[in-house]
Every structure is written in C-alpha cells, then in structure tokens.
C-alpha cells in the first residue's frame, strides 16, 4: 500500500469546491482497493480441480475466470497496478481533504485513517472472502476483472518491458515457466480430491499407481519361480494335448533340461493352428521367442516394452541369468491400478473388512495398500507385502492359527499354501 501526501492548493475559479464532495470518489476507490484484493486471493487460491469444475461452468463469469487464469503473469500484474492506482488515489484524496480541512494538521490524521480503512475495508476484509467463497468470487468479479485487464494493458506492456529489461540486466528471466507440482503436492490433491468425492477409488489408485510404478521393480511383482506353470520341451502327443487342456494359463513357458533353459513361451492358440498341420511337432517348434527382463526393471519401463513388442508376458532373470520369475501384463496392470481381482480366485477381494477394526487379508497384499484402505501405519520400507512382515514378526514360518502381535495390530495365520502365508486375520489392537 502507498500512501501519498500532497501540499494540494486549488486554482483560484476553484476555490469554492467542497471538500466532502470528495469522499464519494474515496470510498469508490476502497471500493476498487477491495475488488483487486478480493479478486487475487480468490483467482490465485483456486484448485486446478476447481479451475477445472469453473471452466465447465455453465454461467460465462465463471468460465471467464478460468480463461483468465491461463495467463496467470497478466492476470497477477493487472492487479497489482490496479491495487496500487486505487491505494494512491485514495490517500491522495484523503490527503487533500484533510489539509483543505485541518491544514497541516490534516496529514496526521489522514495517515492513520487511510491506514486503517485500506486495510480492514480494501485488505483484510476483501482477503477474508475471496479465500472463504472463492470459487463465487471469482465468477462474480471476473467481468470488472476482465475490463481492467483491457483498459491497464497499455501501461501493463510498458511496465512489463521495462522489468523484463531489468532482470535481463541482471541475467535473470521474468518468465517462470510452468512448474512441475512435487510428488507429495499431487498426493495431497488426490485426497483432497477424493475425500470430498471429486474422485473414484478406483481413479484414486490408478493416481497412485503411477508413482509406483516409477520406482517398483518387477521382482517385487512378479509370480516367483517356484510357482511358475511350465512344460518341457516335447513331441506334441495326445497326452501332452491332454494336459494343456487342464492348464491354467494360455501362455505356459516351455524349457529344455530345467527352468534357466526356457526356449520359449508357448500360446495355445498357436498350438491349434499347429494341429491343423496333421505332422508331428515339437513344442519348441510351436512356442514364440521368449522375452527377458533383468529384476531390477522399473515396472512403469516393463509397460512401455510390453506396448512397444505387443507382448503380455515376460520372464524375469536375476543377475547371474538364472529365471527368478514370471511377469505378465495382468500384474503390471495390478500394480498401476490398485489390487484387483484375480480371475482364478472367483471374485475373492484381497482385502475384506468383516468386523470394525477386524480385516481378512491376503498375505500379498502389498502394505502400502493396506495402510492406504485401512489407515494403519505399518512399516512399508524393509517389506513389500504383508506376508513378508508377518514372517518378520515371527521369526520363522508359521503354522495355521498361530498368532503374534505388532505395530499396533495381531495377526493370525488363518491359510497356508506351499509354504507361503496365505491367508491372515489382522485385528486392531485396543489402545
């Protein structure tokens, strides 16, 4: 704010001027002091989910609002000068009142009393509304806005090249560019976002998802080595016909001696096609080439493969060659998306809350969802999946039924399968 005091003695033909007649152009220029004000907190405190919802507004002033914002350099200068042609004028003529009035005596009651109009009626006050009804004031005001932007764009020019001539002086650029918003910043917008119901739990994965795949390695997705349903390679008979019938995949990994030997994976409907050959055939001879991924390939990365070879299945080998596991395009998709359902568990959730406080969860559930559906505070650094901590907790495997207490919860082992926690109930534990 910028208070001036002029010595102000009028020509003689207008000696005879009232001097309150010049309070109605003060009080008009508070006026104008507080729409600048109220118009900046409220534009610049907006959202870009709200700039979003104004920018489909179906009233004009709203979607006025938001085109301005597309300029926000402008937008932010034609404020400024307008806050500042407003505060001078009204002081100037405060200024002038008071002496024409008091005299000398006037500037020290007219310093004061601008002070304290200008800020609770063309700061403060204006400040308070834009930020609690910004989203009204920002359609209601965008119209008078819009005039100054027209009407100040001269001087606005002008003013802009002269600073943009002094930070070139100084090496510097005016232009700020567009900033890219820190992870945690979108994280806080996304549950903004979904606490008031702007987004779907599903969307809210997905937004989330993105950022782990930017860091989550294949090993951590992976279906191990262990589990993998393979076949050797083998003349195509009716046995072997006969089991393909019953597996449980239709990509199945074909190899020669043992697992580190995969020549190939083998899709089903490319075995029929075969069959149509009437000769006898190997499954080798059937099966496409296989894909190779080191374990430390970023999961984001593995999906651009997949999109860029059209494949939806990779083989996952460690750093001395030997396969550690299996990937398809399902679990890529898995970790973008959130834990969804798998097709061979009929439907089963991951996660299912039967009583308050009270959760049956599948062991791989990775405890970064956990904390995120159920609010917990578990460790997510040292172990990917629940499992993995409940091993931790215990110190060795457990059996069905055993239970053990930690980081505020107990967990009980309700399914075990190949050596692996299936299945636990975790209670929270009472504070």
């Known amino acids: 704010m910028v208070l001036s005091f002029y010595r102000t003695k009028l020509p003689e033909e207008r000696a005879d001027l ?12 508070i006026l104008l002091s ?14 870009r989910l709200e700039i979003n919802r104004l920018r489909r507004h179906t009233r004009a002033g709203c979607r006025l609002a ?9 937008l932010l200068t034609t404020i400024l000068m307008g806050n500042e042609i407003a505060d001078i004028v009204s002081s100037s003529l405060a200024s002038w009142f008071f002496y024409e009035t008091m005299g000398m005596a006037g500037k020290w009651v007219a310093y004061p009393l601008m002070s304290l109009l200008l800020f609770a009626w063309g700061d403060l006050l204006p400040k308070v509304i834009g930020f609690r009804f910004r989203e009204a004031a920002a359609c209601a005001l965008s119209r008078p806005l819009y005039f100054f932007v027209l009407l100040l764009s001269p001087l606005r020019v002008l003013l802009l090249a002269l600073a943009q001539g002094i930070f070139q002086l100084a090496g510097l650029s005016l232009s700020t560019g567009h900033r890219v918003p820190p992870e945690e910043e979108i994280k806080h917008l996304v549950e903004e976002a979904f606490a008031s119901g702007a987004l779907r739990p599903e969307e809210r994965h997905f937004i989330y998802g993105l950022f782990e795949t930017e860091e989550t390695p294949v090993a951590a997705i992976m279906t191990p080595r262990k589990e993998i349903w393979a076949l050797p390679d083998q003349e195509i008979t009716p046995e072997v016909l006969s089991q393909l019938k019953k597996a449980p995949f239709h990509k199945i990994p074909v190899y020669q001696g043992d697992l580190d030997q995969v020549v190939g994976v083998l899709y089903l409907q490319d075995l029929l096609k075969a069959r149509l050959q009437k000769k006898t055939l190997r499954l080798s001879e059937v099966a496409r080439p296989a894909f190779f991924v080191p374990e430390t390939t970023r999961v984001r990365q593995l999906l651009e493969e997949f999109q860029r ?8 080998v460690n750093e001395y060659g030997r396969l550690s ?13 959130g834990e969804i359902y798998r097709r061979e568990e009929t439907k089963e959730p991951l996660l299912r809350e039967i009583a308050p406080g009270r959760y049956l969860v599948k062991g791989r559930v990775h405890i970064e969802d956990f904390n995120r ?4 505070e578990l460790p997510e650094g ?16 457990p059996a069905e039924g055993e239970e053990v207490e930690g980081y505020g919860f107990r967990f009980r082992v309700e399914g075990l399968r190949d050596h692996r926690l299936e299945t636990l109930l975790v209670e929270r534990l009472e504070v």
């Open 382 to 397: 040292e172990f990917r999946t629940l499992a993995g901590l409940v091993l931790h907790l215990f110190g060795r495997l």
């Open 325 to 337: 596991g299996l990937v398809t395009l399902e679990d890529v998709l898995e970790e973008l998306f």
């Open 66 to 74: 938001a085109q301005l914002l597309k300029e926000p350099q402008k």
């Open 18 to 29: 009232d001097p309150w007649q010049v309070w109605p152009l003060i009080l008009v220029f």
């Open 34 to 47: 507080a729409l600048f004000t109220c118009s900046e907190t409220a534009l610049f405190s907006l959202s």
């Open 309 to 316: 070879r059209r494949l939806k299945l990779a083989l996952v």
């Open 373 to 376: 559906e159920t609010g917990a």
